[in-house]
């Protein structure tokens, strides 16, 4: 079996594959063609909505690289003021965009010392440049709605782009990246298309050796990268045995598609600033836990069917019977740049710590006893779980505090989950679970959320049947 991929590869893929000129080489690199045009200058780009969308967008461009290198097909060369730059920037060609300085609202200029120590104030430290940030972990995603809060409470688009380009360097990857996604879902005068992770981030979706592969051959080709050229890829990528049953799923679980829809519906789904400035907005859903449940719900279904599909049983549960016993298969993503791995791997056999699995089974407890008792505690208020005119009126508090979108006292059940699971081989990094960007790889993904989906079911199963009056409409006739 085998799939053929057509992926856009451009310099992002040369720079994560550590293969990047100086920049002086790739000044000199650009083609007549690619010579920055004269109207992409700043003042031109910030005046508009095409212009600021385009400006955000270019951030995701060689994400491994300085600010201040190439990109939108060389038509882009980003530098700092001098009161934001470090002293490694380069002098700017003629042709680069200047940005504004950062202006307070009395019209007094922000300098590089006090957009740092801003940034210690909302980071606090929490994640270092060599931390991976992951949406499953609820003080990451504070840290990002803190440091959104702080960049669009700027005075102007200009002054939060110029503050944005400048935290660049402090950041990582994975934050900084969420921080474009935030406010490009966030601000009314951009545009709302953002390019797919699968080309932001290939090195998350394509193996190192596949990535250094299609890199050589479109040197062969001559390929001007930079134009965002498309290469069909030979894609069959197994990381588990033939002989182990799981990797008949190969194709399911590490389609690079399915993974980035997995991170994009996390990514916005999680993104509540977004709903409390604008209730019009896409990301607005009156009943978002109940979208968690359905999303991985469905999501776990059509898992089922493959697996059947192949030869396999449905899935399941990893819950707490299963949490003080080895866990076979272990799981290698093979994810990384050259030798150096992205995730870590967990072996055959891991188990987790007696310690977690009680945490995990508290969290569990709690939930259970109320939703026996019929109802939920929310920021102190009492949730009655009912079906009322047919609708399930308690199905999304409960998705809403499974995820968890909101601090409750039943903890964070499916998030810490994935952060114990993905940290079972017991040493250095995190493994794919970790994270909404590869979860899905592991064949352990599908036994959690079935152990999710069983709390769901159960609460579901605790009402009854539907009767005629909850699906009953009075005076409707079908002829």
Known sequence: MSQSIMIILSYLVITASGNVSPYGKLLSDLSP????????????LSSTKHGRHLLLVS?????????WVPRSDGNL????????APEDQPPPPSAGQKLMEVMR???TIVVRDEVIAMLNDKEDFLLLLDEKFTRFREDHVEVVKRLVNMLISQVSFDSMFSMLVMLKEFLSIE???????SLIQRRKDVGFIIPSAVSVQPEDYFPSDLLEGVLRRGKRQAVPWATGNMLPVNYRYKTLPDDEPESRMWYFREDPMVNANHFHWH????????????PMHSSNIDRRGEMFYFMHHQLLC?????????GLDVSKPYGPEEWGQPLHPGYDSKLGVGSVKKYASRPGGAVMHASDARKLSKFEELLQNDINRGW??????????????GVDRGISTLGDVVESYIISKYGDLHNTGHTIISNLHKGRGDGVMATPNVAIRDPIFSRWHKYIDDIFLGYKNWFGHYTDQDLDFPGVSIS
């Open 33 to 44: 063609t690619q010579k920055p045009l004269s109207n992409f200058s700043y003042p031109i």
């Open 59 to 67: 951030l995701l461009e060689e994400l491994h690289q300085p600010y």
């Open 77 to 84: 060369m980003l530098f700092l003021p001098l009161s934001l």
């Open 105 to 107: 609202g009395d019209g």
């Open 175 to 181: 934050l900084f990246m969420d921080c474009i996604y």
């Open 267 to 278: 990514q916005v789904l999680s993104n509540d600033e977004v709903m409390k400035s604008d």
């Open 302 to 310: 059509r898992a089922n069917l493959e697996r059947l599909s192949v």
């Open 376 to 389: 939920l505690v929310v920021k102190g208020s009492y949730i009655k779980l009912e079906y009322v005119d």
